[in-house]
């Protein structure tokens, strides 16, 4: 049998100033109802068509920490965290800057801010500065991750 072998990047392969962008993806009823069951957040915004349309977003909008969660799923899919991640360690300054409604296509882009390395982990912390838009290209989310990196000396 062969060995698995990470397909993410290693510690070293980060630069101050590279950029990645994810595919997108279309938030769902079905996303938004089985957040509400797995979380237990049946705010009335989420989940209650004729009370959101009486709020200033006039419909019903997804969870913010649904689409956070959406968001690491989007930068999973990139294949750049695959098995050279030790740990996720902050989310900073996230901010919501608009809401996202059911329908809309979300999709992120990251720039490595700052690096440092941390060799008595294997590795160093990549820090990262994550802006989440929709398909009309307005932000809907953004701030900071801190991810700690394998370093490929110690993979």
């Known amino acids: 049998m062969e060995a698995y072998r990470p ?27 089985n ?3 797995l979380s237990g957040d049946y705010n009335m915004l989420h989940t209650n068509e004729e009370y959101a349309k009486s ?8 969870h913010g920490l649904l689409v956070t969660s959406m968001v690491t799923g ?15 360690r902050e989310i900073n300054e996230w901010k919501f800057v608009r809401p996202v409604f ?7 882009i990251l720039e490595v801010e700052q690096k440092r390395p941390l060799r008595r982990l294997g ?3 990549v820090t990262i500065v994550v802006e989440v838009r929709n398909q ?8 900071r991750w801190t991810v700690l ?6 993979a």
């Open 7 to 33: 397909r993410g990047m290693y510690f070293e392969d980060f630069e101050v100033g590279l950029r990645i962008v994810t595919a997108g993806r279309t938030v769902t009823e079905a996303d938004v109802v």
């Open 35 to 37: 957040f509400a069951a």
């Open 55 to 62: 709020t200033p977003f006039g419909a019903r909008i997804a």
């Open 74 to 88: 989007l930068v999973d899919r990139t294949g750049v965290l695959e098995g050279t991640t030790i740990a996720f």
């Open 102 to 108: 059911l329908g809309d296509t979300i999709y992120a």
């Open 123 to 125: 590795g160093g912390a």
């Open 136 to 143: 009309r290209e307005e932000t809907v989310m953004k701030g």
């Open 149 to 154: 990196m394998l370093s490929r000396e110690a």
